[in-house]
């Protein structure tokens, strides 16, 4: 059991039988009244997010979530497999299970595997990764006062916003968060 009161971002709970992972959170204690938190949950299953209010100090089963480093293998129709670097067994999840962060998944890249009773639930990518970009409009040297951006696709597949200076070729730092450029990365 878990209180409201120690609710964290990434903490999975279990309500009406279904697993919800905390991602945001607010103690709220007003000047009359009791306190409460105010919470945004998101299905870990569905991906729907909801929010939801609890009152402080209220107990709830929590889920007992376990971490795996995995390396992830290739992609095929299938999904996305991968490999438990302990037991070597190999798993494969599909896109939906994974969300958006599958965009940025780089065949060896070593991740984390989320599993509830031997079921894989989900996957924590690391906040920040590092990719080449395949395709963009070429760059010009001093085309970086305006702030302007352009899209780039990425050895992935995936498509961000970069500066206009960003060429064809570039090592690239992308947060996996929010899809956000954060800088090239010097070779």
């Known amino acids: 059991m878990i209180s409201s009161n120690d609710f964290r971002n990434g903490v999975t709970i279990v309500i009406d039988n ?12 007003p000047g009359k009244g009791s306190a409460f938190v105010r919470t945004r949950l998101k299905n870990v299953k569905t991906g729907a997010t909801v929010e939801r209010t609890f009152r402080a100090g209220e107990k709830l ?27 070597f067994e190999n798993f494969t999840l599909q896109k939906e299970l994974i969300g958006d962060p599958a965009d940025f998944l ?11 009773d031997d079921v894989p639930i989900g996957v924590d990518l690391p906040a920040h990764v590092e990719l080449e970009v395949v395709e963009t409009d070429p760059g010009f040297k001093g085309d970086t006062a305006t702030g302007t951006t352009k899209p780039a696709k990425l050895e992935t597949g995936a498509t961000v916003q970069v500066p206009l200076f960003v060429n064809p070729g ?13 800088g090239r990365v010097q070779s």
């Open 106 to 116: 780089k065949d060896g890249m070593r991740i984390q595997v989320q599993f509830h």
């Open 18 to 29: 279904n697993l919800w992972t905390v991602i945001e959170f607010l103690h709220v204690k």
């Open 170 to 182: 570039d090592q690239i730092k992308i947060d996996t968060r929010d899809r956000r450029y954060i």
């Open 61 to 87: 089963e929590r889920a007992t979530v376990d971490n795996r480093e995995m390396n992830m293998l290739y992609n095929d129709d299938e999904g996305y497999h991968f490999m438990d670097s302990e037991t």
